[in-house]
């Protein structure tokens, strides 16, 4: 499947600089604190436990599909909490009258770097 091995190349030669954020794995590699700073990361599946290979030595693209379903099953509460968040947001903004003051979003939205 053409898409699987666009995202694996994505992953694996530029870190997922232009993938969804859960696959973005550029931060993760130049921070490696972040799994222990960051609660979001801590039950994350980490791109150095998979032997992915490298642009030069070769990309072991079962390996890369792996992690890739390993992230999207991490992710999926995740995504689906941004998803609640920004449609109830999206709801107090409808309802608002603007003589009140505005409605505030729910955290979630600003935990993943949406806002």
Known sequence: MPGQAELAIS????????????????????WPEIYEEEPLYQDCPRPQDYDMGTYWTGEKYTEILRFIMDRLSWAEEKVKKIAQAATCYLEAVE??????????????????GLC
């Not at 309802?95 to 993943?112: G, S, T, V």
């Open 11 to 30: 992953i694996v030669r530029y870190a997922g600089r232009c993938a969804p954020w859960y696959l973005n794995i550029e931060n993760e590699l130049g």
């Open 95 to 112: 309802a608002w009258d603007l003589k009140e003051e505005p409605p505030i979003p729910d955290r979630a939205i600003y935990m993943y």
